[in-house]
Each structure stands twice: as C-alpha cells, then as structure tokens.
C-alpha cells in the first residue's frame, strides 16, 4: 500500500525563512540571516520531492546546501560566543520534541522502506536530516537552564558541526539514489 505524502509540506520552512529575513533585518542578528538559508534549503529539498520529476539529486543537493549553511551558523556560534538562556519548561519541551522527531522520523523511514514508498523514504529522511539539526539547539537549551551563567557555545556549535556533517551524510545518500528504486512512479 503506497501512502500519500502531503505535498504542501514544505510552505512552513518558506515562511519560516521569510519570517527570520525579516527579523535579521529588524536584529541585525547574523544568525537569523544564516538560518533562514537553512530553512529555504530544506523547504526547496521538501518542495523538490512532490514535483512530478522527482528529482532526489536536486533534494539531496538542498538538503546538502542546507547543511552547509548549519556548519557556517555553527562555526558563528563559536565565534561570536553565543549564549541562549531557556528555562527548564522551555528546554525540556525542546529535548522532547527533538527526540520525538528524531524517533518518528527513523519510525517512517523504516515503514517507507518496508512498504516500497521512495518519495516518502525520501521526504522522511530530509526530516531526520532535520531533526538531527534540532539536536544543537537541544542541547543549547539543556545547558542553559542546568549550568547558568556558563558559556557552552563552544560545545553547543562543536555539536552542531558534527550533526551538520550527519545531515550532510544523508544528503548525499539521497543525491545517489536512483530515482526507479522502487519503481514508483
């Protein structure tokens, strides 16, 4: 049985990059401005794999693109020393989320593998690749509500460089895929 993946998926991450170029512009803040191209990237990657070419080089090239962009958001992290304070409410709903995502995105892979579906596969792993991102700022939140005052934002961008190179991974994995794995049309 192939399942039906929502083709419209991918408005949020627009939005959301057009919501963070805003708020670069009225911040000044780099790092809106850095991950608004992460959120485009994975938008295109989302949009790319509910068009009728199915492209899966194009959403791996995205998905790839977008990690790049979350290797230059962590290196500036580093750089600049940023530090982020949530309270424990705040962080532990992100650590849930995060794991959640991460769990239900393996969870889909597994049944898009199981049922033959490669544009779910596909769409599920952009959402791993997604997901494993959260991770750093998981940990950002965690840290700031159990070590106060501290400044993690070496480890906090330390982490996202090594989730940045896992979402790289699966980019890649997706780009060398072929399109009639499955022979799904």
Sequence with gaps: MIEKVRPYFYFGNLFIFVLKVVLFFWTKSYAFLISSFYNL??????????????????VGF?????????VVYSIYVII??????????SGITIATVTFYDIGYSIYEIWKSIKNRNEQNNILNLVNLATALVSLELTQSALLSFTQINVDNSLYNG?????????????GGSICFRSNKKYNIK
Excluded: D, P, Q, T
């Design 41 to 58: 990237c994975i938008g295109l990657a989302k949009r790319e794999v509910h068009s009728k070419k199915n492209n899966y080089r194009l």
């Design 62 to 70: 995205f998905v790839m693109i977008a990690s790049l962009c979350f």
């Design 80 to 89: 600049v020393h940023k530090v982020v304070a949530y309270n424990i409410y």
């Design 158 to 170: 330390l982490l996202g460089l090594l989730v940045s190179m896992c979402s790289f991974f699966i």
